[in-house]
């Protein structure tokens, strides 16, 4: 595959470098059977994905009671309480995002779909419960009065207290954290195939080769991220102008600004938040991609880098959030070469 030589961390990528015409390759793919989703096929797919479900739908359960008892508490008392019942309602929700991530790889796409939109109305349950509880101060106009300089009873009552927006959960997992301007590369192995976390960087270059199991990405700024096949997941979430060449099974992505993205993914991308964002197919190579792509079951290119699912965009027509990357301004072929890593 003629590409960019990542051997030397300054150069640039090469412009000029044409992948076919995307619509000749859809018309191809369009005829082409997909394969089975499992990538053990003596696996049995239905009776994990009931497993799944039963797990998924106890622990929503559970969240849902914990916002219901939060919202009825009606202790003025327990208010220093909510606020760290809540933060663990915040990590539950993570917890539960993380456990779809962990299994998309052999859940059927609408499955994977439908419990990724129920996180999001938990997230948003969560919101309005906070909201509810700890009700942002209003402004208002007062008559000065003389003032002791101590808070009479009332007064301690009705002051209200805010709370902040739960934040994301950034799993407690090896990764590369916390730098700037640097180039940061892992090889997995064997065994070595697990979770990995990329968060709070800034203008860094960031190569993993070999297979994952699920990737979560946030707060990257001016960054370039090279990943080989992904088992299950990529959540990234909080990155503005960086470019993400990834292949997973399920890729979600939340508050991205002016980003692009070359994917190949066994199910439709989805979107929430973000703007400015543009796709084009998966452009990587490295010695024995093939072979980790096969083992991850995503050796055959689906075309689904192009079908993005809005989730903020309800309308019938495109979502101006996001659209194909111009061939004129891809950056063609990757390639990690092995002095690379």
């Given at each position: 595959?003629?590409?960019?030589?990542?051997?030397?961390?300054?150069?640039?990528?090469?412009?000029?470098?044409?992948?076919?015409?995307h619509t000749?390759?859809?018309?191809?793919?369009?005829?082409r059977?997909?394969?089975?989703?499992?990538?053990?096929?003596?696996s049995?797919?239905?009776?994990?994905?009931n497993?799944?479900l039963?797990?998924?739908?106890?622990?929503?359960?559970?969240?849902d009671?914990?916002?219901?008892?939060c919202?009825?508490s009606?202790?003025?008392?327990?208010?220093?309480?909510?606020k760290?019942?809540?933060?663990?309602?915040?990590?539950?929700?993570?917890?539960?995002?993380?456990?779809v991530?962990e299994?998309?790889?052999?859940l059927?796409?609408y499955?994977?779909?439908?419990?990724?939109?129920?996180?999001?109305?938990?997230?948003?349950?969560?919101?309005?419960?906070?909201?509810?509880?700890f009700?942002?101060?209003?402004f208002?106009?007062?008559?000065k009065?003389?003032?002791?300089?101590?808070?009479?009873?009332?007064?301690?009552?009705?002051?209200?207290?805010?709370?902040?927006?739960?934040?994301?959960?950034v799993?407690?997992?090896?990764?590369?954290?916390?730098?700037?301007?640097?180039?940061?590369?892992?090889?997995?192995?064997?065994s070595?195939?697990?979770e990995?976390?990329?968060?709070?960087?800034?203008?860094c270059?960031?190569?993993?080769t070999?297979?994952?199991?699920?990737?979560f990405?946030?707060?990257?700024?001016?960054?370039?991220v090279?990943?080989?096949?992904?088992?299950?997941?990529?959540?990234?979430?909080?990155?503005e102008?960086?470019?993400?060449?990834?292949?997973?099974?399920?890729?979600?992505?939340?508050?991205?600004?002016?980003?692009?993205?070359?994917l190949?993914?066994?199910?439709?991308?989805?979107?929430?938040?973000?703007?400015?964002?543009?796709?084009?197919?998966?452009c990587?190579s490295?010695?024995?991609?093939?072979?980790?792509?096969?083992?991850?079951?995503?050796?055959?290119?689906?075309?689904?880098?192009?079908?993005?699912?809005?989730f903020?965009?309800?309308?019938?027509?495109?979502?101006?959030?996001?659209?194909?990357?111009?061939?004129?301004?891809?950056?063609?072929?990757?390639?990690i070469?092995?002095?690379?890593?």
């Amino acid at each position: 595959m003629e590409g960019e030589d990542l051997s030397n961390p300054n150069k640039t990528l090469d412009p000029t470098y044409s992948h076919p015409k995307h619509t000749a390759m859809l018309e191809r793919l369009s005829n082409r059977k997909q394969p089975f989703l499992s990538r053990n096929p003596d696996s049995h797919p239905f009776e994990s994905t009931n497993s799944f479900l039963s797990r998924f739908s106890q622990s929503k359960h559970s969240i849902d009671s914990d916002l219901t008892r939060c919202r009825q508490s009606t202790d003025p008392d327990s208010k220093s309480t909510l606020k760290s019942d809540l933060e663990a309602v915040s990590i539950s929700i993570s917890d539960l995002e993380k456990l779809v991530a962990e299994n998309s790889y052999f859940l059927p796409s609408y499955e994977v779909r439908t419990c990724l939109q129920t996180i999001s109305s938990l997230k948003q349950s969560l919101e309005n419960v906070t909201s509810e509880v700890f009700p942002k101060k209003k402004f208002a106009f007062k008559s000065k009065k003389a003032s002791s300089g101590v808070l009479d009873k009332t007064e301690i009552e009705n002051h209200d207290v805010d709370l902040e927006k739960p934040s994301f959960i950034v799993p407690d997992l090896p990764g590369f954290r916390n730098m700037e301007n640097e180039v940061l590369v892992k090889e997995f192995k064997g065994s070595e195939m697990g979770e990995f976390s990329i968060s709070d960087l800034n203008s860094c270059e960031v190569r993993l080769t070999g297979c994952l199991r699920a990737i979560f990405i946030h707060r990257l700024k001016n960054c370039k991220v090279y990943t080989g096949p992904v088992f299950g997941s990529v959540l990234i979430e909080e990155v503005e102008g960086c470019v993400f060449v990834l292949a997973s099974h399920q890729i979600r992505v939340h508050h991205a600004r002016a980003s692009d993205f070359y994917l190949r993914v066994r199910s439709r991308p989805i979107i929430e938040d973000c703007s400015g964002v543009r796709f084009a197919p998966y452009c990587l190579s490295y010695d024995g991609i093939e072979r980790d792509l096969k083992e991850s079951n995503l050796d055959e290119e689906t075309g689904n880098w192009a079908n993005v699912d809005d989730f903020k965009w309800l309308k019938a027509v495109q979502s101006p959030n996001w659209e194909i990357l111009p061939e004129s301004e891809s950056v063609g072929g990757v390639t990690i070469l092995n002095s690379d890593k």
